[in-house]
């Protein structure tokens, strides 16, 4: 086997190794507002913390997920503690390291029983639950997810989205309603491990894939002084 077949297989072994949500979408779904209409949990709040948690899944392999924690304030929809860790699994291409919310934001949450959003994209990867003792932060396969920029300015548009009025909220193309000013934060996510063992897969696999390109290159020189001049 050349050097080149050896380097592609040790990249791929290791990349089946990383975290899996880099990996759940092709391309983006459109987002549906009115997808808040299922929604076990609807309320205003700002988030408190962030965190990205690596899990192992039941093959080893490190499969990451988030939790919001929120403190609440307007509820439209259900009955909420004044602290609501949602998790949050994003079933787009990855976790993001920051996130970029308003104060307070607008949330939309399902119970982790209640059936999921249609898919709309080509296809998705769906990964296993790993928290399914919280609320579950509502998302279609590979769309947005339901952080949403939110006012007390909007409170009666909200309730008519909720009532199955219309609603200017939020347009087809994207654009909330007018005439209201958002105060935007960055939250960074703050990384830990539940399963030291996931870490340590990614490093030894790592480790793997020099030994192997190390053998590989003595091989060849080995080769080359073996033969004649």
């Not at 205003?44 to 304030?73: K, Q, W």
């Not at 909420?80 to 949330?107: H, I, K, Q, R």
Request: charged share 20%.
């Amino acid at each position: 086997m050349q050097l080149r077949g050896v380097l592609a297989t040790g990249l791929a072994l290791f990349a089946s190794f990383l975290p899996a949500t880099s990996f759940a979408c092709i391309t983006s779904a459109p987002f549906v507002v009115e997808d808040m209409r299922e929604a076990d949990a609807v309320f205003s709040g700002r988030v408190t913390s962030y965190e990205i948690v690596v899990s192992e899944s039941e093959f080893g392999r490190p499969i990451d997920h988030g939790i919001i924690t929120v403190a609440v304030d307007d509820v439209f929809r259900g009955e909420l503690p004044a602290s609501v860790p949602l998790y949050w699994g994003n079933s787009t291409f990855a976790l993001p390291d920051e996130l970029m919310v308003t104060e307070p934001s607008l949330f939309a949450a399902v119970n982790a029983d209640s059936p999921g959003l249609p898919l709309r994209a080509p296809s998705a990867t769906i990964f296993p639950n790993a928290r399914p003792d919280l609320l579950q932060l509502m998302q279609a396969p590979c769309s947005g997810s339901f952080v949403l920029p939110y006012a007390s300015a909007y409170r009666s548009e909200v309730e008519a989205l909720l009532r199955g009025e219309p609603s200017s909220y939020l347009d087809d193309q994207g654009t909330y309603a007018e005439g209201v000013d958002l105060e935007w934060t960055q939250i960074a996510a703050i990384r830990r491990s539940e399963s030291p063992r996931a870490v340590w897969n990614g490093v030894l696999w790592l480790l793997v894939l020099l030994a192997v390109l190390a053998i590989m290159l003595a091989w060849r020189g080995w080769r080359r002084r073996g033969k004649p001049a």
